[in-house]
């Protein structure tokens, strides 16, 4: 989760009242017993070039009154009601099994990132993975799982255990929101880290903070010399793009490629790199402003 929406959620959770956010967790619960938790992919493309490089799940949820309650409400109240486990599970199932299913990946799917909160990080975690591993039959290789600096440090030797053990199946290692909570390089050392999220924070201050442009091309240099892909979250508009791509940075997300859409959209936008669209004049909007139209 992103820096400024951890802080609307916590202000949003806490500034909830009491039997109101009950409410919420009880009408969550039956979502999650009811498998209305729907999942939303939001494609990754390479900067240069604009090939797909992988996609993010993202869960949603709908309610039977139509209106949809974002993650950064009821992911908090997921966790803080013991209901985190279980929405983890569903979104880790169902984006490994849709994208096994889409033959065009059929040789190899593309990355498929997957947000894991603290709590799901028990000492089982790995076994559940290897079940969702087996029962759908996704490459372990082509699964990354996205921790942030807040779930590594409420514990940090209990994480660390729990993606070793991930590790060994294969999987992938991201540090999601990366330079916006601790920052700590003590992660990139003694975490298998494949590639770091860099906050959508700083891609935003592009352009009006001087020092971002600094900071994003120093990560971008940790990254190389650690071995470690660099991805910028929040490229939202062509300067964002521009200024990235000579920064090195070669990995992008965010909603000027591609928003957040359902599964048959992202299917058909991560066939094509995500310049094409551009040529055409197709823009993407998201979902609720009417899904995809040509501009
Ligand atoms: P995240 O993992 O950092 O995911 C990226 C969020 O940024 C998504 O919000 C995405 O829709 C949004 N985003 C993408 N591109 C842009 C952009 O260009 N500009 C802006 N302003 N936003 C952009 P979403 O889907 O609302 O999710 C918010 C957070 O909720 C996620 O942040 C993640 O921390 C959490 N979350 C979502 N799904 C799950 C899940 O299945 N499990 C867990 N544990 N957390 C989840
Ligand atoms: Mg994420
Ligand atoms: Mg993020």
Redesign the pocket.
Known sequence: ??SE?KVVSVKKIAGTPKRQRNKLAAELGDAIAGHNID??F?PQFELSGGRCCGV?????WMQSNGSET???LF?PIA?RFGM?GA??VS?LYRSCATLIEWSEFAARPPILS????PQ?LTEDFSAVVESVIDLTGFPGSCLEL?V?ETTLISNFKRATRCLDACKELGVRIAL??FGTGYSSLDYLLKLPVDRI?L??YFVARLGTHRKAEAIIRSVVALGEDTGVEVLA????SEANLKTLDALGCRQG????LC??VPADDARSLMREPWGARFKTGTRISRPDDGGLHAA
């Not at 979250?233 to 939202?236: I, S, T």
Request: proline share 7%; no cysteine.
């Open positions: 989760m992103d929406l999942v939303h939001q993010e799940a993202l869960a949603r974002p993650p950064a992911i966790e985190i929405i983890g979104v997957v947000n894991v909160s799901q996205e942030t999601d929101d999220k906050d959508r979250e929040g490229v939202e997300q965010g909603n000027l928003p957040s």
